[in-house]
């Protein structure tokens, strides 16, 4: 069974940085494109992030880019979102998405909340 | 950017009425289309892939249509457990982007 659990998220002051993890489980995770999708309270959803199975391709939405950095580790089954420069509109769910054979998000983790806040 | 318009933002429809949710691409985007369903304090589930592919587990009363820039979901028959927001997705190219919703509720 697909597994995506993320962690890391909490209350954060502005300007400050935030790392999310995603701990993968129930599938060869090497293999495989992941996302970062986050939800602002009551909204719709965001794409953030994406990167290939083996970080060769990493693409980011513009409104984070520059401020945020997706990376993996394939032997630890984990993913990442470094947050810097954080603002109160970053405040949202974030998920952890596995890719399908394109780019849609099959599997998705139950995510972790960011709040931006002074 | 591809904007995804999806209509309509809300809906009730009665059980066992047929209902269906449409998004328009602001480019064509060669069937490269996701659905996804979200009850209410879930994470979202993918219904659709590739337009009109149903992922599995997926009851078939869920469909998948549309070319080019246009398409639709359409549930068959409403059942109580439908009852949640539907989002459209492209995967066609980055940005990745995602219709702005659509809440079902019965009627």
């Known amino acids: 069974e697909v597994q995506l659990v993320e962690s890391g998220g909490g209350l954060v002051q502005p300007g400050r940085s935030l790392k999310l993890s995603c701990l993968a489980s129930g599938f060869t995770f090497s293999n495989y494109g992941m996302n970062w999708i986050r939800q602002a309270p009551g909204k719709g959803l965001e794409w953030v992030a994406s990167i290939s199975s083996s970080s060769s391709y990493i693409y980011y939405a513009d409104t984070v880019k520059g401020r945020f950095t997706i990376s993996r580790d394939n032997a630890k089954n984990t993913l990442y979102l470094q947050m810097t420069s954080l603002r109160s509109e970053d405040t949202a769910l974030y998920y952890c998405a596995r890719r399908g054979m394109a780019h849609w998000f099959a599997y998705w983790g139950q995510g972790t909340l960011v709040t931006v806040s002074s | ?107």
Do not use: H
Request: with cysteine.
């Open chain 2, 1 to 107: 950017d591809i904007q995804m318009t999806q209509s309509p933002a809300s809906l009730s429809a009665s059980l066992g009425e047929t209902v269906s949710i449409e998004c328009l691409a602001s480019e064509g985007i060669s069937n490269d289309l996701a659905w996804y369903q979200q009850k209410s304090g879930k994470s979202p589930q993918l219904l659709i892939y590739a337009a009109s592919r149903l992922q599995d587990g997926v009851p078939s009363r869920f469909s998948g249509s549309g070319s080019g820039t246009r398409y639709s979901l359409k549930i068959s028959g409403m059942q109580p457990e439908d009852e949640a927001d539907y989002f459209c997705q492209q995967s066609y190219k980055y940005p990745l982007t995602f219709g702005s919703g659509t809440k079902l509720e019965i009627k």
